[in-house]
Protein backbone atom coordinates (compact mmCIF):
# COMPACT_ATOMS: atom_id res chain seq x y z
CA UNK A 1 0.00 0.00 0.00
CA UNK A 2 1.10 3.72 -0.69
CA UNK A 3 2.30 5.22 1.83
CA UNK A 4 0.99 8.89 2.85
CA UNK A 5 3.27 11.85 3.04
CA UNK A 6 3.81 11.96 6.78
CA UNK A 7 4.39 8.15 6.90
CA UNK A 8 7.01 8.71 4.21
CA UNK A 9 8.60 11.97 5.43
CA UNK A 10 8.64 9.83 8.91
CA UNK A 11 10.60 6.94 7.06
CA UNK A 12 12.75 9.32 5.12
CA UNK A 13 13.71 11.17 8.11
CA UNK A 14 15.48 8.01 9.43
CA UNK A 15 17.11 6.83 6.47
CA UNK A 16 20.78 4.93 7.05
CA UNK A 17 20.69 3.66 3.03
CA UNK A 18 24.02 5.06 2.23
CA UNK A 19 27.19 7.00 3.89
CA UNK A 20 25.91 10.36 3.18
CA UNK A 21 23.46 10.11 6.58
CA UNK A 22 26.50 9.41 8.68
CA UNK A 23 27.98 13.01 7.74
CA UNK A 24 24.26 14.84 7.34
CA UNK A 25 23.07 17.01 9.76
CA UNK A 26 19.48 17.33 8.64
CA UNK A 27 17.83 15.08 5.91
CA UNK A 28 16.46 17.28 3.23
CA UNK A 29 12.91 15.77 2.25
CA UNK A 30 11.61 18.36 0.49
CA UNK A 31 9.11 21.78 0.75
CA UNK A 32 6.53 22.93 -1.27
CA UNK A 33 2.59 22.15 -1.12
CA UNK A 34 1.88 18.46 -1.42
CA UNK A 35 -0.84 19.46 -4.02
CA UNK A 36 1.34 20.48 -6.43
CA UNK A 37 1.22 20.05 -10.28
CA UNK A 38 4.46 21.43 -11.27
CA UNK A 39 7.63 19.66 -9.12
CA UNK A 40 11.15 20.96 -9.65
CA UNK A 41 14.20 18.35 -8.64
CA UNK A 42 17.55 19.73 -8.05
CA UNK A 43 20.40 17.91 -6.80
CA UNK A 44 21.17 17.57 -3.37
CA UNK A 45 21.40 19.47 -0.35
CA UNK A 46 24.30 22.30 0.46
CA UNK A 47 25.83 23.34 3.40
CA UNK A 48 22.82 25.41 4.31
CA UNK A 49 20.13 23.30 3.32
CA UNK A 50 21.99 20.70 5.51
CA UNK A 51 21.85 23.01 8.10
CA UNK A 52 18.38 24.34 7.97
CA UNK A 53 16.81 20.85 6.49
CA UNK A 54 15.23 22.63 3.46
CA UNK A 55 15.95 22.63 -0.44
CA UNK A 56 17.59 25.49 -2.27
CA UNK A 57 17.83 28.15 0.80
CA UNK A 58 21.40 28.92 -0.28
CA UNK A 59 22.51 31.80 -2.74
CA UNK A 60 21.23 29.50 -5.24
CA UNK A 61 17.72 29.22 -4.01
CA UNK A 62 17.66 32.93 -3.69
CA UNK A 63 17.80 33.52 -7.42
CA UNK A 64 15.25 30.15 -7.96
CA UNK A 65 12.98 31.80 -6.04
CA UNK A 66 13.50 35.01 -8.50
CA UNK A 67 12.95 32.93 -11.23
CA UNK A 68 10.08 31.20 -9.69
CA UNK A 69 8.40 34.51 -8.75
CA UNK A 70 8.49 35.82 -12.51
CA UNK A 71 5.93 33.74 -13.58
CA UNK A 72 4.22 33.48 -10.42
CA UNK A 73 5.53 30.20 -8.84
CA UNK A 74 6.03 30.66 -4.90
CA UNK A 75 7.78 27.37 -2.69
CA UNK A 76 4.94 27.76 -0.24
CA UNK A 77 1.64 27.80 -2.58
CA UNK A 78 2.00 26.14 -5.85
CA UNK A 79 4.83 23.98 -6.12
CA UNK A 80 7.18 21.50 -4.87
CA UNK A 81 10.78 21.23 -4.69
CA UNK A 82 13.05 18.14 -4.11
CA UNK A 83 16.50 16.63 -4.54
CA UNK A 84 17.95 13.42 -6.46
CA UNK A 85 19.78 12.80 -3.25
CA UNK A 86 18.37 13.90 0.21
CA UNK A 87 21.34 14.34 2.47
CA UNK A 88 24.54 16.95 1.71
CA UNK A 89 27.50 15.29 -0.03
CA UNK A 90 30.64 16.11 1.64
CA UNK A 91 32.56 19.37 -0.04
CA UNK A 92 29.14 19.55 -2.30
CA UNK A 93 30.43 17.45 -4.79
CA UNK A 94 28.12 15.20 -7.14
CA UNK A 95 26.11 12.92 -5.35
CA UNK A 96 28.12 9.29 -6.71
CA UNK A 97 25.69 6.88 -8.66
CA UNK A 98 25.48 4.27 -5.62
CA UNK A 99 23.93 7.30 -3.05
CA UNK A 100 21.61 8.13 -5.95
CA UNK A 101 20.83 4.87 -6.43
CA UNK A 102 20.28 4.11 -2.47
CA UNK A 103 18.25 7.32 -2.54
CA UNK A 104 16.01 7.16 -5.26
CA UNK A 105 13.03 5.32 -4.09
CA UNK A 106 12.32 7.97 -1.48
CA UNK A 107 11.93 10.79 -4.89
CA UNK A 108 9.94 8.04 -6.49
CA UNK A 109 7.68 7.48 -3.68
CA UNK A 110 7.12 11.98 -3.61
CA UNK A 111 6.15 11.47 -7.60
CA UNK A 112 3.46 8.88 -7.03
CA UNK A 113 2.14 10.24 -4.17
CA UNK A 114 2.32 14.09 -5.70
CA UNK A 115 1.63 12.78 -9.39
CA UNK A 116 2.64 16.16 -10.57
CA UNK A 117 1.76 17.04 -14.51
CA UNK A 118 5.77 18.89 -15.22
CA UNK A 119 8.86 17.92 -13.50
CA UNK A 120 11.66 20.51 -13.93
CA UNK A 121 15.01 19.01 -13.47
CA UNK A 122 17.57 21.83 -12.25
CA UNK A 123 21.11 20.97 -13.76
CA UNK A 124 22.72 18.09 -15.37
CA UNK A 125 22.37 15.45 -12.23
CA UNK A 126 18.40 15.52 -12.13
CA UNK A 127 18.05 15.97 -16.10
CA UNK A 128 20.61 12.84 -17.01
CA UNK A 129 18.63 10.62 -14.44
CA UNK A 130 15.50 10.91 -15.26
CA UNK A 131 15.43 12.33 -18.70
CA UNK A 132 18.11 10.67 -20.62
CA UNK A 133 21.59 9.48 -19.57
CA UNK A 134 22.91 11.85 -22.21
CA UNK A 135 21.08 14.92 -21.65
CA UNK A 136 23.20 18.14 -22.06
CA UNK A 137 22.22 21.19 -20.41
CA UNK A 138 23.42 23.99 -22.76
CA UNK A 139 22.03 22.05 -25.59
CA UNK A 140 18.40 20.66 -24.39
CA UNK A 141 17.62 23.21 -21.79
CA UNK A 142 13.98 24.34 -21.48
CA UNK A 143 12.41 21.32 -24.28
CA UNK A 144 9.71 19.70 -22.72
CA UNK A 145 9.44 15.87 -23.51
CA UNK A 146 6.88 13.35 -22.25
CA UNK A 147 7.39 10.41 -20.00
CA UNK A 148 4.74 8.22 -19.05
CA UNK A 149 2.49 11.07 -18.42
CA UNK A 150 4.63 13.55 -17.06
CA UNK A 151 5.79 16.72 -19.17
CA UNK A 152 9.99 16.80 -18.12
CA UNK A 153 12.37 19.54 -18.68
CA UNK A 154 15.60 20.54 -17.90
CA UNK A 155 16.99 23.69 -17.19
CA UNK A 156 20.34 25.31 -15.98
CA UNK A 157 21.31 24.67 -12.20
CA UNK A 158 21.35 27.69 -10.03
CA UNK A 159 24.31 27.48 -8.72
CA UNK A 160 25.71 27.25 -12.65
CA UNK A 161 24.08 30.97 -13.03
CA UNK A 162 25.62 31.99 -10.28
CA UNK A 163 29.15 30.61 -11.71
CA UNK A 164 27.89 31.59 -15.56
CA UNK A 165 25.76 35.29 -15.13
CA UNK A 166 25.75 35.04 -19.11
CA UNK A 167 23.45 32.24 -19.10
CA UNK A 168 21.16 33.96 -17.05
CA UNK A 169 18.52 35.13 -20.07
CA UNK A 170 18.80 31.58 -21.29
CA UNK A 171 17.51 30.22 -18.20
CA UNK A 172 14.41 33.02 -17.93
CA UNK A 173 13.30 31.87 -21.51
CA UNK A 174 12.73 28.41 -19.89
CA UNK A 175 10.67 29.70 -17.16
CA UNK A 176 8.69 31.54 -19.48
CA UNK A 177 8.22 28.19 -21.70
CA UNK A 178 7.27 26.45 -18.14
CA UNK A 179 4.74 29.25 -17.80
CA UNK A 180 3.62 28.61 -21.22
CA UNK A 181 3.26 24.89 -20.51
CA UNK A 182 1.52 25.00 -17.50
CA UNK A 183 -1.03 27.51 -18.92
CA UNK A 184 -1.33 24.51 -21.40
CA UNK A 185 -1.57 21.38 -19.21
CA UNK A 186 -1.99 22.44 -15.37
CA UNK A 187 -6.03 22.57 -13.77
CA UNK A 188 -5.78 24.52 -10.62
CA UNK A 189 -1.60 26.57 -11.22
CA UNK A 190 -3.85 29.79 -12.40
CA UNK A 191 -0.43 32.26 -13.64
N1 LIG B 1 21.55 22.57 -4.85
C1 LIG B 1 20.67 21.57 -5.09
O1 LIG B 1 20.75 20.90 -6.09
N2 LIG B 1 19.71 21.37 -4.19
C2 LIG B 1 19.57 22.08 -3.08
O2 LIG B 1 18.65 21.83 -2.33
C3 LIG B 1 20.49 23.13 -2.86
C4 LIG B 1 21.47 23.35 -3.75
Known amino acids: MELTWEELHHQC????KCALS???TNVVFGVGVTDAEVMFIGEGPGENEDLQGEPFVGRGGQLLDKYLD???LDRK???YIGNMVKCRPPQNR???PEEQEACIGWLRSQVRLL???IIVCL???AAQRLIDPAFRVTKEHGKFIKKNGTWMMGTFHPAALLRNPNQK???FEDFLALREKIREVCEHTHL
Open 13 to 16: MQCE
Open 94 to 96: DPK
Open 169 to 171: PDA
Open 123 to 125: GRI
Open 22 to 24: RTR
Open 70 to 72: AIG
Open 77 to 79: KNI
Open 115 to 117: RPK
